[in-house]
């Protein structure tokens, strides 16, 4: 951004221009103020390929490393207010001594996430693995991590398995169904009153064959049967190519078990590329349904927006940044939608005008409505820009080598 910019005037004029077309900046203003982002601590820690992983000097070693860089991401963007943990991953010794350190650092343990598919014990399943001993630890350990969630004051358990068979033969798939549903089910009777189950899907990978949570349709039916603690959680990178991301969404919100996100972008499967990098206009259409229910239900929505990223080729901090603030964009863009008009052209059948109302959108210039945002919420006015300047990446290290 450049210093000389005016952008009180250029925040008034942008304030003209929509009231002038029907389109109430405080309301769109307010819901920015109180956008919530959740980070991932993988992100901050040293990745790879399947091939390799690759060391990034200053990257993330403990737990509580990665809540200082999860920090430095709420320091200057305001709004990624919270970071999901991955079990044992960041596992600890006293995770009230964890949750101490996010508030210190002025964020909170948001999602835990079991670990099912890295023990060897898990070669052939978890939850929906033929062998009952196998499907008993794996329960144990989910039930752990709720406990973990009682420590950490978090609220939402958030399940992917790796779940599946890589041949025709290699098992029988009605009953992999069955023992999956007696799983979920006995891990859905150890939640406390106020905790979700988030239950998420992926098309293929590493089961080659049939995986036991393909799609979202898999996923509501099972959540569905679980009862009003569990919902779907959908990773925009686990899907076919040509799925209609938002429509899902829109189903998914309609029949209120839309429990939250792995925001993410893909280009070929499930890249975890920076979010909005790819398609940035799909991304405003998901968040295009998003605001719209919103507004339906009185300006907010209990729904978590996590992002699930791990980057190998860009600094893991700066990448983390750009997410959210991609995120902040698309949010929005969408919410200077002129929804009067955009309704009255879908009444009428009237294509162009429909489709034209978000592109309007989706082209507008959101910069001077965001700085005022961060300015309200006491962050710089470009937060990469500022975090590059900061040191804070050079510090690191140095102090992590």
């Keep these: ?99 101490r350190r996010a508030e210190e650092l002025g964020i909170a343990i948001g999602a835990v996430n079991p670990n099912l598919f890295q023990d060897d014990d898990y070669r052939f399943g978890s939850l929906a693995h033929p062998d009952e001993k196998v499907r008993k630890k794996a329960i144990a350990h989910v039930l752990e991590c ?35 549903e007696e799983s979920l089910a006995e891990i859905y009777r150890g939640l406390d009153p106020h905790m979700r189950l ?33 919902y779907v959680l959908v990773d925009l990178g686990h899907h076919a190519h040509g799925v209609n991301v938002e429509q899902i969404v829109a189903f ?37 349904e ?30 983390t940044i750009q997410s959210v603030v991609a995120l902040q964009e698309a949010y929005a863009r969408a919410l200077l939608i002129n929804r009067k008009r955009l309704e009255a052209a879908q009444q009428a059948q009237d294509v162009v005008a429909a489709e034209e109302e978000l592109l309007k959108a989706f082209r507008r210039d959101v910069t001077p409505l965001l700085v005022q945002v961060r300015r309200e919420l006491g962050v710089p006015e470009d937060p990469l820009e500022a975090f590059r300047r900061s040191g804070y990446a050079e510090s690191a290290a140095r102090a992590r080598g």
């Design 290 to 319: 998003l605001a719209a229910a919103e507004e339906r239900n009185g300006g907010r929505l209990d729904v978590a927006y996590m992002i699930d990223q791990s980057h190998n080729t860009k600094p893991k901090v700066e990448a």
């Design 1 to 99: 951004m450049s210093k000389t910019t005016d952008w009180n005037a250029r925040y008034r004029m942008l304030v003209e221009e929509l009231e002038a077309d029907g389109v109430q900046v405080d309301v769109a203003r307010e819901r920015l103020l109180r956008q919530h982002v959740e980070t991932p601590s993988w992100g901050y820690a040293d990745s790879g390929t399947r091939f390799k992983v690759f060391h990034q000097a200053g990257a993330a070693r403990t737990p509580f490393e990665k809540l200082e860089d999860a920090a430095q991401v709420m320091r200057y963007t305001g709004i990624a207010r919270s970071v999901a943990i991955h079990v044992p991953w960041d596992k600890v010794d006293d995770y009230a001594a964890l949750k």
């Design 252 to 288: 998914l919100l309609d029949e209120r078990r839309l429990g939250g996100f792995h925001f993410n972008a893909r280009k070929y499967a499930d890249d975890d590329l920076t979010t909005g990098s790819i398609n940035p206009y799909e991304l405003f259409l998901i968040y295009a």
């Design 198 to 230: 988030l239950l998420e899907y992926k098309l293929f990978e590493p089961a080659f064959y049939s995986t036991d949570v393909p799609d979202w349709g898999t996923a509501f039916l099972h959540v569905t049967r679980l009862g009003p603690q569990a």
């Design 146 to 180: 709720i406990d973990i969630m009682r420590q950490t004051g978090s609220r939402d358990l958030s399940l992917w398995l790796a779940d599946g068979t890589d041949y025709p033969g290699q098992d029988d798939l009605r009953a992999r169904k069955r023992r999956l």
